[in-house]
């Protein structure tokens, strides 16, 4: 959380491209951002905004073909992970950076126990024996908070309820310490108390363990609670980025702005409507050149349509360390309201 | 698990008597006589002899009653006899064929050997061959090894093995003479020479019936793994910096069995009907050939107590194949 540490994970301009029969398509672009120890960073956006394709090309995870990751640099302790051989990129995924996926219902292996599933990356990165494994398992068991770790280990995923089964995958997740956990809406396929157990448990890991924490939603109130920064996504891009209480204090570009409109409110405003984005997100085929949100954007200039914004830095500080934009209008010099 | 087995086991049981009146029945009502061999100029008082002799003159529900005392306790006592050297059978009637006048089961005994070398030799390599060609396939989706791999299967499934068979003994027996078109069922395998002349002739019937099992199998295995490689578990398998081959060979693999296990076990008794068609192409003494032979001549209780034995088969394969599921599936453990 210190501004000047070092930061763990630092990406900068990454590209990634599917292929397919109607071209390319320009999933994520050109997007920056880093991570420092500690630090907890929320990434917001609708489906399709290529939040979860901008982290899963982070470490590989992309099937290649179609996706190419084509450009870019993902620094990980001093090491281009673009760079490096499949092998090595191994020895990176599940040691180094942790993955927890959306559907805790599908993401383990039925026909493998909890505990052989737990002890596959202690037993591949850490070298250890089977029974130190073992152990560990169980440690990692009582971490998320699963009663009776010892005997669990031999349960199989189907035996668990949803909430308990994204447990265990926090539990791999974090088996090898990873320097940065990557959580890929990690609650949204649970129901709302288990959500709330959930971000109970990885608020309380951080604080114990002390990893930095990428976490994927677009659930802006999972974000509120837990993130220390946020940043928006669009179109696979980049749109606003900011410390979290900067965000919802100032909201700049025009999508944070109606994301945040499509909260609903508990008091008042019973009258009103629920707000809504109108339109669809853009399908991003062929180089962008425009700004993606101009179609569904109540601002949009005739800039909006020939120049793809840049994000640009609103309080003095470098984009990507304290509150930026990428919009036209919202940029200092143009005057509105 | 255990209680599962043997609940299935003993559910098998009116399964395979109801199975064995069907097939009774069903054998009786078929036209022929087991006296059409016998020359016409053979008095009828002597026919009648013959018959009752064969006890072919008795209503069907008694002989089936006869049958199924001999085939579930008798039998089993002649076997345990010639096992151990006892005389629990005590010369007990045994099910006498009407054709040879010999007991079914020393034909069986004679016969199935023949066969099941044969089948149980094609069905392994088939299986063997199939499972990496699968899961090749499936992993290299759409290259030009799982094309390859598709027109193969395509053929080998869609043209018969009396087809392929007949085409393999014209070209490499006939030919090119490598390979002997008929298949000597007295050869004893003694030395080097004779296990040598038992590959050879094992060599064209084996290709036919394996490469037909394979073409089905590795079908199943390819669109098994298939849909098994898009599921979440492997990207998290692979989020775990598991190595390729553990993704695909432990994660994928174990998933995928599942299926291909119930179609292996499956089709091996269906092998046995389809090799009935190959021993008779390739001229192998086997069970085949024994059950034809003795339809040709309404020989009834060896039709019967070989149509048996293929049901019983189906069954207890049935049974195979739910066990191997429960081991490799913990969600369909009934315990």
């Keep these: 959380m210190a501004d000047g540490a070092a930061p763990v994970l630092d990406v900068r301009g990454l590209k990634t491209v599917f292929h397919t029969r109607s071209g390319e398509v320009h999933a994520v672009n050109s997007v920056s951002f880093l991570l420092r120890p500690g630090e907890l960073l929320g990434v917001v956006g609708e489906s399709g905004s290529g939040k979860s394709v901008t982290m899963m090309s982070l470490i590989g995870l992309l099937p290649s073909p179609p996706a190419d990751v084509r450009a870019g640099e993902v620094l990980l302790g001093g090491r281009d992970l673009l760079k490096i051989a499949p092998r090595d990129l191994q020895s990176v995924r599940g040691a180094k950076v942790g993955f927890v996926f959306q559907d805790p219902m599908t993401s383990l292996n039925p026909v493998f126990n909890v505990g052989n599933q737990i002890m596959e990356p202690l037993l591949k990165h850490k070298g250890m024996t089977k029974a130190q494994a073992r152990d560990r398992a169980v440690e990692l068991l009582e971490l998320v908070g699963i009663p009776d770790a010892a005997k669990r280990l031999k349960s199989y995923p189907h035996q668990f309820s949803g909430g308990m089964r994204q447990r265990v995958m926090i539990a791999i997740a974090l088996a090898c310490d990873p320097d940065v956990l990557i959580a890929d809406e990690p609650t949204t396929a649970l129901d709302v108390t288990i959500q709330a157990q959930i971000l109970e448990l990885v608020k309380e890991l951080r604080a114990k363990l002390g990893m930095a924490i990428i976490w994927i939603t677009h659930d802006l109130g999972v974000i509120a609670a837990i993130a220390d920064r946020v940043m928006v996504m669009y179109g696979g891009q980049v749109v606003e980025h900011a410390p979290v209480k900067e965000l919802f204090a100032n909201p700049s570009h025009p999508y944070t702005r109606a994301l945040l409109k499509t909260i609903p409110s508990i008091a008042g405003e019973r009258e009103a409507r629920l707000q809504v984005i109108e339109g669809q997100p853009p399908i991003l085929t062929g180089e962008p050149v425009s700004c993606p949100f101009r179609a569904r954007c109540s601002h949009a200039m005739e800039v909006c349509g020939r120049e793809n914004p840049l994000r640009r830095a609103l309080d003095g500080r470098p984009v990507g360390e304290g509150h930026d934009v990428a919009c036209h209008w919202s940029s200092p010099e143009v005057a509105h309201a | ?335």
Excluded: C
């Design chain 2, 1 to 335: 698990m255990l209680t599962y087995t043997l609940r299935r086991l003993m559910t098998a049981i009116p399964t395979l008597l109801l199975i064995s009146l069907v097939i009774f029945l069903l054998v009786d009502l078929a036209p022929g006589s087991p006296l059409s061999e016998v020359p016409l100029t053979v008095p009828p008082e002597v026919r009648r002899k013959m018959l009752e002799a064969m006890g072919a003159d008795q209503p069907v529900m008694v002989r089936y009653v006869l049958w199924l005392k001999q085939f579930f306790w008798i039998e089993p006592l002649y076997g345990i006899d010639g096992l151990l050297g006892t005389d629990f059978a005590g010369g007990a009637q045994r099910i006498i064929s009407w054709q040879s006048k010999v007991p079914v089961f020393q034909i069986i005994g004679e016969r199935l050997p023949q066969t099941l070398t044969v089948v149980g030799t094609a069905y392994f390599i088939g299986v063997l061959i199939a499972l990496p060609i699968g899961i090749y396939s499936a992993y290299r989706q759409y290259s030009w090894f799982d094309q390859a791999g598709t027109f193969f299967a395509m053929a080998g499934f869609s043209v018969p093995t009396f087809f392929t068979g007949n085409v393999l003994i014209l070209v490499f027996a006939v030919k090119l003479g490598w390979f002997p078109t008929i298949y000597d069922t007295n050869l004893k395998v003694t030395d080097w020479d004779s296990f040598y002349r038992l590959v050879m002739q094992m060599a064209l019937p084996v290709t036919v019936l394996a490469l037909f099992n394979a073409a089905e199998i590795s079908r199943y295995t390819r669109s098994s793994v298939l849909e098994n490689l898009g599921q979440d578990y492997v990207r998290t398998a692979r989020a775990k910096g598991m190595g390729e081959r553990v993704v695909l060979l432990k994660h994928v693999l174990r998933n995928s069995l599942i299926p291909v296990v119930t179609v292996i076990a499956l089709g091996l008794p269906t092998v046995f009907g389809g090799a009935i068609v190959t021993e008779q192409i390739f001229k192998i003494n086997g069970i085949g050939a024994a059950l034809i032979g003795a339809i040709n001549v309404s020989d009834l209780p060896t039709v019967q107590t070989i149509t048996f034995i293929f049901a019983v088969l189906i069954v207890l394969f049935n049974l195979i194949a739910d066990i191997l599921y429960g081991i490799l599936d913990p969600r369909i453990r009934y315990d």
